[in-house]
Every structure is written in C-alpha cells, then in structure tokens.
C-alpha cells in the first residue's frame, strides 16, 4: 500500500519535526572549549591534549582562531577512535589557566601528552594541515616491538634505546614502559 500525505496534513508534523530538532544541542564544531573546571578531567581522559591559549583583544589570537577550528575539525576526523584532543581556553576568562600553563603571550599552543606537558610549545606551521601532521607525530608509538633477537643488531649505534621485556601486552607495566 502506498500512502500519501498532503501538504495540509505533512505541516504538523513536519512543525513537531522542527520543534524536536530545535530542542537537540547543536554540535560545536572546532575546538573545545576549556576551563578550570573540564581542564584537569581532560589531561586525565585523553593521551594527547591539544590548547591555544588565547585572548580576544590580540589581533594574533582573532587570526589564528579559524585556522585552529578548522585544525581541530581535521584532526578529530583524521584521528577518529584515538585519545586525541584539540581545546583552546580564553585567557582573559580564565587567566588562572594562562597562569598554570605559564603563559606570557597570546596565542600560545602548548600540548599535554600522558598528563606531561609539553616541554617546549607548538612553534610549527599554523595550518589545519600543520597541526594535524605535529599531532600524528607526537602520538605516534614510540615502542617497537622486536620479535628476533637479530633485530638488535640493525639498531643504530649513535641513538640510545630503552629496551624493556614483556610477556604480554597491555599488562600495567607495558602501559607505563609506553608512557
């Protein structure tokens, strides 16, 4: 059977429709906005932490402000399922924050990785692409996993390595090795 509406009977719905839709939070694309009481929760919850400390009268933070958005938006897409995230806190509402990250001037980008802040802030190029290769970078794992012991031998002699031994992955010693 087929069943057909006509405009007089499809405006109600379709009012109830919009009403529904309209009472539904609208998605915040771009970065997310932190403040002291979600910033602590998000250096606990996420591997990687993202920030543009920021302050809306510095014409530098008005200029960065589209591109790190349009970065965050790349960077959650690209890297959808990893314990990534990308904020930014506004230093004029929440200069406690600016004071706890040490920051002296506006935009600065720092990064949190496992709860460490970052020893040096984000100096690379101020592009969505940018960001989004300094990030996969900083994420990637920097455990190799060597399955012969003739692999030792292919290692180069001018690096250092911390070598450590595990029977199992995913034990809460092979996490820690890996932070």
Known sequence: EI???????????CLLLALLLAWLPPSQPGAVQFDPDTMDA?????EFVFVNFYADWCRFSNLLAPLWDEGADLITKELAGRSVIVGKVDCDKH???GTKFHISKYPTIKYIRNGEIGKKEYRGQRTAEGFLDFVK???KDPVVEILDMNELNDLDDKKAYVLGYFEQK???????FKK
């Open 42 to 46: 998000t250096i606990r919850d996420y």
């Open 3 to 13: 069943y057909t509406l006509s405009l007089h009977d499809a405006l109600p719905i």
């Open 137 to 139: 970078e900083q994420i």
């Open 170 to 176: 995913g034990t809460l010693d092979h996490q820690n």
């Open 95 to 97: 200069g406690e924050l």
